[in-house]
């Protein structure tokens, strides 16, 4: 039905849609016209002015029902306010009922301001099928000629001048008439300048041949000259019986039975000359004379443009039928042939022909070439311009193709997502719109209630995004649910920099980071390569990952695999004055403790293999139990955000006790022995807990009561289990049957229901509910505790990767410090020593900082994906994406 009080005249072809939330996803707005209409544009007239003016009645009492009903459907359900990044920005579905002759400028300035994600309405129809499909088949053409002007541009070695303006503001068919103009201008341009060129290379060609055959046949005819004088000579000299019989019948000849033979000039390619040949000589079977003289500068060949180095050739042959091959030799080979007069005369005359015929080509192509360099001067400084307003009108085109259109009612209906911020902004760039375009109707703005998830929006900087980007390349977060981004800002990089922890190393990323930061301006918006733009985008990522090797590097004491007594001297010394016994007995400790990291004196000894392995593996034990249970606390906050009492009891609970009781507790006696300086065997304590629980052997004691206690942990543990599994299907189950009882089956009621998109199956609530499945549940539920119960155990021992790749980058560095520089410095050759220092850096460069520093990337990066989110991230939302013009570049 139509809303009381809307005027009859203007209600044909168009439909309200109900905003019954449990409907989803339907179309709002009905279209009755045509697919392909022009596009539709009110115009003032006598006859529509009342019906126009009913209908701005019309929407003003609307607009004063929906304000005074707290909004539509009611007020907004309310939802706690976000924090900043931790959880996703508020969203809201909001419909718009924009007049016609408003609706360019509308979705013109919605572009502007960049945060309407607008929903498409006419999915059902092709891209053929929509109203404004004309208007964008028009945009595309005219970036494919704009596309052109710039190859063009290009090709001339001209610059695009990016501050051109306008004298006025074109529109659509002023510009498509102007670029029209200009491509069939740059086309007849180019096709002539073609057609000339070709002629030039030509006779190029063709004077080439004049040169290089006319040699051939003069020194012929002067060798010739002086042979006949030298037979002559000698037949006049010697009148004996001794001249040959032969010569004087050949002197004798009538002149009428001569065969004269016929030629072939013209130009082959130098790299097929020699095939040219065989070939001839086959096909003639050695019936012919072949002369080549190579031309000593590449020629331009007539066919193709391209520069080429040919030879000139003159073949000689007898009879038709050779001529016949010759010519196809000629031209299955490629080569062009040329006129060439016998006539000495008649060479010359061509020859200065060709050469006048080619000062005029040359004068008219550069004349040419001229006139062809202002056109495009003057493209070039208004082509930004002009491609900006194009691609701007394609994407407007573009989204009014998403709107619902009444022809009738002469109004469109859009639907999107908008941040609830956002709302003022769009109410003020709607009401411009209906200003600036003279619209007698104002856009109707309103939310709509909906059960369709919301899609993820985060308000990032240029430090933060490339964080965001790391986590969504693992899946983008649920709506609302809460963001690793914050806590990934310090975590990754200090990961990376345990696996990495080398400050010498740390300086050099450093560097690098702080060049890629200090030209942030200068390269922003540019286009840089596939890698490059890559590390220019994770150029504040690299800069804490440099600071964190440094930090962790000095903990380490290692530079370049090299310790430094920074602080103060190592407090351990050998046992005697020549330190003979350093490596068998040991060192003993006669000072204060070396104030931070590694004490120096450990490199080098006997002890520092052991001792750095110890060390770097509880550290990173412990640091694998604190960043696991950062992801179970998490879980709790998003339970508790979206009121899930469930997940709270039978989830976030017994999670925690059983990961604290096994690798809690291990971290625990980890930190008691490191303070008590026990010799206690932990891998020993883990493994007789579970084989034999209540007893402790003496010299494992690291506190009172230690048995007891890790009998009650072990009960806990494994109490847990069931609680995981089995309380949480049951109670889904007892809610679902008291909600049948009050007869409202559907969605179960109460905090564990999906209102908010938080299914406890992980999918995406749209209004239409399942069949509730208790079998289903049960087993999604023992997936869920077996996953959970088995990765507590392969996650912890997950992050003994961090010891193992910084044993891995230390080892690698100390091999290159001392196999290769060392061993370079030893032997006191300079050239050895210089040769050995470039080795040593090539392969730090290479090896350490390129390879070690993709695969400590990529270890921080799975352990943080798979260790870290997999406890409370979901991480199947989707992304906002409004439509914003600043965008338009980036996407083509």
Known sequence: MLPQGLPSGSSAGIRLRSRDPSRGTSPAWQDSGSDSDPEPVIRPSAAGRGRRQKLAEWVKKRREAIMAHGGPKGPLPHVPKTMEMFRSEEMQLVQLIIPAEAAHETVSYLGDIGLLQFKDLNADKSAFQRTY?????????????????????????????????????????????????????????????????????????????????????????????????????????????????????????????????????????????????????????????????????????????????????????????????????????????????????????????????????????????????????????????????????????????????????????????????????????????????????????????????????????????????????????????????????????????????????????????????????????????????????????????SIFSIYTGLIYNEFFSVNFPIFSKGAYTCRTPDCSDETTAGLVKTGATYPFGVDPAWHGSRTELPFLNSLKMKMSILLGVTQMFTGIFLSYFNAKYFDLPLNIWFEFIPQVVFLGSLFGYLSLLIIIKWISGSTADLYHVMIYMFLSPGTVEAENQLFWGQAFVQVILLLAAFIAVPMMLLPKPLALRRQHLASLQHGAYGVLGGSDAEEHGHGEDGEHAHGDHDEFDFSEILVHQMIHTIEFVLGAVSNTASYLRLWALSLAHAELSAVFYERVLLFAVGTGNPVAIVIGFIVFMFATLGVLMVMETLSAFLHALRLHWVEFMNKFYMGDGYKFIPFNFSHLEEDE
């Open 133 to 545: 499909a004309n208007q964008v088949k028009r945009c595309a053409e005219m970036a494919r000629k704009l596309r052109f002007f710039k190859d063009q541009i290009q090709k001339a070695d001209l610059r695009i001048s990016t501050g051109g303006t306008t004298e006025k503001e074109l529109d659509l068919d002023e510009l498509e008439g102007k670029l029209t103009e200009l491509e069939t201008e740059l086309l007849e341009i180019n096709s002539n300048s073609e057609k000339l060129r070709r002629s030039q290379s030509e006779l190029v060609e063709l004077k080439l041949v004049l040169e290089k055959a006319g040699s051939f046949f003069t020194q012929a005819r002067d060798g010739a000259a002086v042979q006949q004088r030298e037979l002559e000579d000698s037949v006049v000299a010697s009148e004996s019986m001794d001249s040959p019989l032969l010569l004087e019948q050949e002197m004798q000849t009538d002149p009428s039975k001569v065969v004269r033979l016929g030629f072939v000039t013209g130009l082959v390619p130098k790299a097929k000359s020699i095939t040219f040949e065989r070939v001839l000589f086959r096909a003639t079977r050695g019936n012919m004379f072949l002369r080549l003289a190579p031309v000593e500068t590449p020629v331009i060949d007539p066919q193709t443009g391209e520069k080429v180095e040919k030879c000139v050739f003159v073949v000689f042959f007898a009879g038709e039928r050779a001529r016949t091959k010759i010519l196809k030799i000629c031209e299955a080979f490629g080569a062009n042939r040329y006129p060439f007069p016998e006539d000495p005369a008649k060479q010359r005359q061509m020859m200065a022909e060709v050469t006048a015929r080619l000062s005029e080509l040359e004068t008219t192509i550069e004349a040419g070439d001229r006139h062809r360099d202002n056109v495009l001067t003057s493209t070039a400084y208004q082509i930004e311009t002009w491609t900006a307003l194009v691609r701007r009108k394609k994407a407007i085109y573009h989204t009014l193709n998403m709107l619902s259109i009444d022809v009738t009612r002469k109004c469109l209906v859009a639907e999107g997502w908008c941040p609830v911020f956002a709302k003022p902004k769009i109410q003020d760039a709607l009401q411009r719109a209906a200003v600036d375009s003279s619209s007698t109707v104002s856009t109707i703005f309103q939310p709509i209630n909906t059960h369709e998830m919301p899609p993820t929006f985060y308000q990032t900087n240029k430090f933060t995004s490339c964080f965001q980007e790391i986590v969504e390349a693992y899946g983008v977060a649920r709506y609302q649910e809460a963001n690793p981004a914050p806590f990934t800002v310090i975590s990754f990089p200090f990961l990376f920099a345990i696996m990495f922890g080398d400050w010498g190393h740390g300086i050099l990323m450093l560097l690098a980071s702080l060049y890629l930061v200090g030209n942030e301006k200068k390269w922003m918006g540019k286009k840089l390569g596939d890698i490059m733009e890559m590390a220019f985008g994770g150029r504040y990522c690299i800069l804490l990952m």
